[in-house]
Structures are given as structure tokens and as C-alpha cells.
């Protein structure tokens, strides 16, 4: 049974920094490409960054240069740095492989206030 956690959310003012986490377990951590993703109220959840095995990363446009998405593979974690936060940024944030196919998390809420 796979189960995805996701930790360090909170509320922080804008150009603040926060640090994300997402645990997996039931799953062989290391063989997919794995993503963050978000869902603003009243919005469709959306695609924030992913990052393969190797480490390759990719990011959407409105948080490339400002958030950082890393994994480590032994700890089945990955992670993702925040900075320069903006009220856009609000939302709650998930994680799940690229495809998306696994049961999610409960996400965990980010607000950024102005």
C-alpha cells in the first residue's frame, strides 16, 4: 500500500523561505520520476516541479528560480525548497510520481501572506 506524507507547510510572509517534505512508503522510492504539485482553493490542482532518479529536474515557469526540488533515494523523502514566497504561492501542496498514480496525501498547506 503505497502512503505519501507531506510535511513543513506553514504560514510565512512574502520574499519568506519554507521547506517542504514528502515521504513515501510501499513503494520502491528510487524507480520514478517524482513531483510536487499544488491546489490553490477555487483551482485545479497544478504541476510544480518534478525530479527523475538521477536528479534531473524541471520546474514550472512560475517558481523556476525560486524553488528547488531535491530527493534522497535511501530515505525515500523528497523535498522542496521555497524562497522568495509570494501570495500566489498560497496553496496546498502535494506530492505524487509524475504520472500521478498513486493514492495522494493529505498535502500540506502553505500561505504566504502579504
Known amino acids: 500500500q503505497v502512503q505519501l506524507v507531506e510535511s513543513g507547510g506553514g504560514l510565512v510572509q512574502a520574499g519568506g523561505s519554507l521547506r517542504l517534505s514528502c515521504a513515501a512508503s510501499?513503494?520502491?522510492?528510487?524507480?520514478?520520476?517524482m513531483g510536487w504539485y499544488r491546489q490553490a482553493p477555487g483551482s485545479q490542482r497544478e504541476f510544480v516541479a518534478s525530479?527523475?532518479?538521477?536528479?534531473?529536474?524541471y520546474y514550472a515557469n512560475s517558481v523556476k528560480g525560486r524553488f528547488t526540488v531535491s530527493r534522497d533515494n535511501a530515505k525515500n523523502t523528497m523535498y522542496l525548497q521555497m524562497y522568495s514566497l509570494k501570495p500566489e504561492d498560497t496553496a496546498v501542496y502535494y506530492c505524487?510520481?509524475?504520472?500521478?498514480?498513486?493514492?495522494w496525501g493529505q498535502g500540506t498547506q502553505v500561505t504566504v501572506s502579504s
Open positions: 510501499g513503494i520502491i522510492f528510487g524507480i520514478d520520476v
Open positions: 525530479i527523475s532518479r538521477a536528479g534531473d529536474t
Open positions: 505524487n510520481n509524475l504520472r500521478q498514480t498513486w493514492p
